[in-house]
């Protein structure tokens, strides 16, 4: 019989699926429920009781060198983990897989005069190769939090190299009983960096599968075929120039669930950085793949969707290159399937607003040119209109944060040979005006900035109710204009207040010469963009 404490249950079980054999049990109250649980699984584990920390850490090293493979030392909390220091840090310099365990009293109590309490989460400092806390499970959302936490740890025991990891597990109050008869199914992360043979094999298995195309620097391109192989999804940001589901928003926003649902992909690969649209992130967590395989040169966990079972450490090219099956008739048709129900998505057409500044300046690009989209609205409202071939694309989505666009794509001009249009939203603009103060701006910038007076993007939030008063707090607010400081900076000035003013200024603000830097800023109603934008998905949700 095991504890019915959740945490404790998925690490038992991911111990156990990551081949620990060998556990050293040491004595206390707060790891009870760990120490009975694993003293309970004598088909999989040996288990030692040594009652000293100190010797009982330097013990289980001497079972992982035995047979090159973790062993774990289990203590309760408090002073009981300080005395396992010494081994850990021999672990960490002899390069031993060492899998140190710690029950802990509930975080609220740590610090409150209560018995056995210490900061226990991060105490080895870097002389573990990670250290997590896991969380104590009441919802669906902490258990998958737990079971990622547990299969990380696990994994960096022999990632580039070898050493120490530390696992510390908060448990409370009542503990003693273990009324469970049976594990909890855990889901296994596995780590993949040469040979990929097996995978290339496995790939045969899912005839849906579903490549998305995360951030991607111009000039890291994918190997051709790709789209033979998967049905491929790119925001504008990933740099792919191959065919590709790009209006994945409207697209997902027009579907029924139970479209949906028949569309569910039997596997998913991700690769590149982050995935701009909200949506797909939503769709595919809500109806996850049977398996989910991250490609990431850091070998890194990325569990976007909750169903993460192999990471791929390697370059996606050299991935793909090993990998790529030919294309099956299943495989084909759900591509296909895909591809019609986007070319159904009507393209959006919008009256003069921000979304139609926007994608007038995309229809009238000059290639070749650099694209740089500032976050928050912006980046997604360029994501509603097809680019040009020979647009490169650029944006902060490491963190998606509004600071630093200005600057960033400032400097991406300045050693450019081509013109850079940046688009970008007046409360980004301002936050990052200086980038104009920046003497080394190029006379190759364009920018479209689109004042609405505030930050649109939180207006748009479904169920916000904003009154008048707290509308100023939450939105940024404010009745300015780049002009004089455009003007001061060197830039060539031009605004517009409507779509006739706007269209004449078009042709020049896109004309191929690169005489001055020259700034765009149009002014519209930021509630009347934002019902744009609603009306325009919900004629989607009607189709």
Same mark, same amino acid.
């Given at each position: 019989?095991?504890?019915d404490?959740?945490?404790?249950?998925?690490l038992?079980a991911?111990?156990?699926?990551h081949?620990?054999?060998?556990?050293?049990?040491?004595?206390?109250?707060?790891?009870?429920?760990?120490?009975?649980t694993?003293?309970?699984?004598?088909?999989?584990f040996?288990?030692?009781?040594?009652?000293d920390?100190?010797?009982?850490?330097?013990?289980?090293?001497?079972?992982?060198?035995?047979d090159?493979?973790?062993?774990?030392?289990?203590?309760?909390?408090?002073?009981?983990l300080?005395?396992?220091?010494?081994?850990?840090?021999?672990?960490f310099?002899r390069?031993?897989?060492l899998?140190?365990?710690?029950?802990?009293?509930?975080?609220a109590?740590?610090?409150?005069?209560?018995?056995?309490?210490?900061?226990?989460?991060?105490?080895?400092?870097?002389?573990?190769?990670?250290?997590?806390?896991?969380?104590?499970?009441?919802?669906k959302?902490?258990?998958?939090?737990?079971?990622?936490?547990?299969?990380e740890?696990?994994?960096?025991?022999?990632?580039?190299?070898?050493?120490?990891?530390?696992?510390?597990?908060?448990?409370?109050?009542?503990?003693?009983?273990?009324?469970v008869?049976?594990?909890?199914?855990?889901?296994?992360?596995?780590?993949?960096d040469?040979?990929?043979e097996?995978?290339?094999?496995?790939?045969r298995?899912?005839?849906?599968?579903?490549?998305?195309?995360?951030?991607?620097?111009?000039?890291?391109?994918l190997?051709p075929?790709?789209?033979?192989?998967?049905?491929?999804?790119?925001?504008?940001?990933?740099?792919?120039?191959?065919?590709?589901?790009?209006?994945?928003?409207?697209?997902?926003?027009a579907?029924?669930?139970?479209?949906?649902? =028949?569309?569910?992909?039997?596997?998913?690969?991700?690769?590149?950085?982050h995935?701009?649209?909200k949506?797909?992130?939503?769709?595919?967590?809500?109806?996850?793949p049977?398996e989910?395989?991250h490609?990431?040169?850091?070998?890194e966990?990325?569990?976007?969707?909750? =169903?993460?079972?192999?990471?791929?450490?390697?370059e996606?090219?050299?991935?793909f290159?090993?990998?790529?099956?030919?294309?099956?008739?299943?495989?084909?048709?759900?591509?296909r399937r895909?591809?019609?129900?986007?070319?159904?998505?009507?393209s959006?057409?919008f009256?003069?607003?921000?979304?139609?500044?926007?994608?007038?300046?995309?229809?009238?690009?000059?290639?070749?040119?650099?694209?740089?989209?500032?976050n928050?609205?912006?980046?997604?409202?360029?994501?509603?209109?097809?680019?040009?071939?020979?647009?490169?694309v650029?944006?902060?989505?490491?963190?998606?944060?509004?600071?630093?666009?200005?600057?960033?794509?400032v400097?991406?001009?300045?050693?450019?040979?081509?013109l850079?249009?940046?688009?970008?939203?007046?409360?980004?603009?301002?936050y990052d005006?200086?980038?104009?103060?920046?003497?080394?701006?190029?006379?190759?910038?364009?920018?479209?900035?689109l004042?609405?007076?505030?930050?649109?993007?939180?207006?748009?939030?479904p169920?916000?109710?904003?009154?008048?008063?707290?509308?100023?707090?939450?939105?940024?607010?404010?009745?300015?204009?780049?002009?004089?400081w =455009?003007?001061?900076?060197?830039?060539?000035?031009?605004?517009a207040?409507?779509?006739g003013?706007?269209?004449?200024?078009?042709?020049?603000?896109?004309?191929?010469?690169?005489?001055?830097?020259?700034?765009?800023?149009?002014?519209?109603?930021?509630?009347?963009?934002?019902?744009?934008?609603r009306?325009?998905?919900?004629?989607?949700?009607?189709?």
């Amino acid at each position: 019989m095991f504890t019915d404490k959740k945490n404790v249950l998925q690490l038992a079980a991911l111990l156990a699926a990551h081949g620990i054999r060998k556990i050293v049990l040491c004595p206390g109250s707060r790891d009870i429920p760990l120490v009975r649980t694993f003293s309970a699984m004598q088909e999989v584990f040996t288990c030692y009781a040594v009652t000293d920390e100190r010797s009982a850490g330097f013990f289980a090293l001497g079972l992982s060198l035995n047979d090159h493979r973790p062993a774990a030392v289990c203590c309760t909390s408090g002073s009981a983990l300080l005395n396992l220091h010494p081994a850990v840090a021999e672990a960490f310099y002899r390069q031993v897989p060492l899998v140190v365990i710690s029950a802990d009293r509930p975080t609220a109590w740590i610090g409150q005069m209560d018995g056995q309490t210490l900061p226990q989460p991060g105490v080895f400092g870097p002389l573990v190769r990670k250290s997590i806390s896991l969380p104590e499970v009441r919802s669906k959302e902490d258990e998958w939090h737990c079971n990622r936490l547990i299969n990380e740890a696990l994994l960096e025991t022999c990632h580039h190299g070898r050493g120490p990891v530390h696992i510390n597990v908060p448990i409370s109050e009542p503990f003693f009983d273990c009324p469970v008869e049976s594990l909890p199914a855990a889901r296994v992360i596995t780590r993949k960096d040469n040979h990929f043979e097996e995978l290339a094999a496995r790939l045969r298995q899912f005839p849906r599968r579903m490549l998305l195309i995360g951030q991607g620097n111009p000039g890291e391109a994918l190997p051709p075929g790709l789209e033979d192989t998967f049905i491929c999804f790119a925001s504008h940001p990933a740099n792919h120039p191959g065919a590709a589901i790009r209006n994945v928003e409207p697209l997902l926003s027009a579907l029924s669930p139970e479209t949906k649902q =028949a569309m569910r992909p039997d596997l998913v690969i991700t690769c590149g950085g982050h995935i701009l649209s909200k949506r797909l992130k939503q769709y595919l967590r809500s109806y996850p793949p049977k398996e989910h395989w991250h490609i990431a040169p850091s070998g890194e966990v990325a569990d976007l969707f909750g =169903a993460l079972t192999v990471l791929v450490e390697a370059e996606p090219a050299d991935f793909f290159r090993q990998v790529l099956p030919a294309p099956s008739e299943e495989t084909v048709d759900y591509a296909r399937r895909w591809t019609s129900l986007s070319a159904a998505i009507p393209s959006p057409a919008f009256p003069y607003s921000e979304m139609g500044a926007i994608g007038e300046v995309i229809r009238r690009l000059p290639t070749p040119c650099a694209l740089h989209l500032a976050n928050s609205s912006v980046v997604r409202y360029a994501q509603l209109f097809p680019l040009p071939d020979g647009v490169e694309v650029l944006s902060n989505r490491g963190t998606n944060g509004i600071e630093g666009s200005l600057s960033a794509a400032v400097g991406y001009a300045a050693a450019s040979d081509k013109l850079n249009f940046v688009f970008i939203g007046d409360l980004s603009f301002f936050y990052d005006m200086n980038a104009l103060w920046n003497p080394h701006g190029g006379k190759n910038l364009r920018i479209l900035l689109l004042n609405n007076g505030g930050g649109e993007i939180f207006n748009a939030l479904p169920g916000l109710r904003l009154t008048d008063e707290n509308r100023r707090f939450v939105l940024g607010t404010h009745q300015t204009s780049a002009q004089g400081w =455009a003007v001061d900076s060197g830039f060539e000035y031009l605004s517009a207040r409507n779509a006739g003013e706007l269209a004449t200024l078009l042709p020049r603000f896109t004309a191929p010469d690169t005489t001055r830097p020259m700034l765009l800023e149009v002014f519209t109603d930021k509630d009347q963009d934002v019902q744009l934008l609603r009306e325009y998905y919900h004629q989607l949700d009607k189709l």
